[in-house]
């Protein structure tokens, strides 16, 4: 079943994205060389508590931290330890979570650690940024869940190809529902998969992560031996993306970025609602 939320709810939801961006904008910041990802992982929860949330990543499924830190081949589920320094020239993509009032937000960002970044890496993040926006731009009442998955891989596919080929879209990982839960139906592919049929028609009350992840390589994945940790099976590097939204009357309203994702939507035309955080 697919959780339909009421404006109320979505204003919930809207507090608790609000503390993601709070916890990447810090966590941004800190992703600096020499930083251990245990030490990102002491600043977002410092923020969590700072704003009385709780983590909703915090003891999930047995998951050890607040945060997942997935540094350079690392797709998604890194594993914050005081073992993994920062490096000039790494990437990082930071995936985190909190639940306001029963709740949940849940977002994720690459971010470029240092400086002497290779170019491939800039558009590999640019690349999987911008698929997850026209996914978002897709969510549009009657559209159905496919339309999403269509809109992320003809973005992605119609990139010139990067000096390692081509691009991955990783198969084993995709988006979800998110509300009371962070992780609901439906399940979102980042590809289209004609055997999986059309999906859910969308209609205002469907709350969506919408996270692409991409390679410079591979598509398939595998899981270290910790259970968490996963790597494409080349060593390519990857990105990863993400954004809670909720779909109102008048279109998308993206609760875990700061402006409602006002500014990246208006590129498509689309007017996004008001915001209903009393601290807009």
């Given amino acids: 079943m697919v959780q339909i939320k009421t404006p109320e709810q979505i204003a919930k939801m809207r507090e608790a994205g609000l503390v993601v961006a709070a916890i990447h904008a810090a966590t941004r910041e800190a992703a600096v060389p020499g930083a251990t990802t245990l030490d990102l992982d002491r600043v977002a929860r410092k923020v969590i508590a700072d704003h009385g949330a709780k983590s909703n990543f915090l003891g999930y499924g047995g998951f050890p931290a607040t945060i997942c830190t997935s540094v350079n081949e690392v797709v998604v589920h890194g594993i914050p330890d005081d073992k993994t320094v920062l490096k000039d020239g790494d990437i990082i993509s930071i995936d985190a979570g909190a639940i306001v009032d029963g709740w949940h937000g849940d977002a994720a960002y690459t971010a470029f650690v240092g400086t002497g970044h290779a170019p491939e890496l800039i558009e590999l993040s640019r690349v999987t940024e911008e698929s997850m926006w026209a996914g978002i731009a897709a969510m549009k ?73 991409v390679s410079l390589g591979t598509a398939q994945t595998e899981v270290l031996q910790d259970d968490w940790t996963v790597i494409t099976t080349d060593g390519t590097w990857s990105s990863h993306w993400e954004h809670s939204i909720a779909l109102t009357e008048q279109g998308p309203l993206v609760l875990t970025a700061p402006d409602c994702g006002r500014a990246k939507l208006a590129q498509y035309g689309i007017e996004t609602a008001p915001d209903p955080s009393p601290r807009s």
């Avoid at 009442?141 to 991955?168: C, F, H, M, W």
Wanted: net charge positive; proline share 7%.
């Fill in 141 to 213: 009442v009657n559209n159905r869940l496919v339309d999403i998955s269509k809109a992320i891989e003809s973005y992605i596919r119609r990139q010139p190809r990067p000096a390692t080929g081509k691009y991955g879209i990783i198969e084993d990982y995709g988006g979800h529902g998110i509300g009371t839960e962070m992780h609901m139906d439906p399940h979102l592919l980042n590809y289209v998969a004609r055997k999986r049929g059309k999906g859910i028609k969308l209609v205002p009350g469907v709350c969506l992560a919408i996270e692409p992840m």
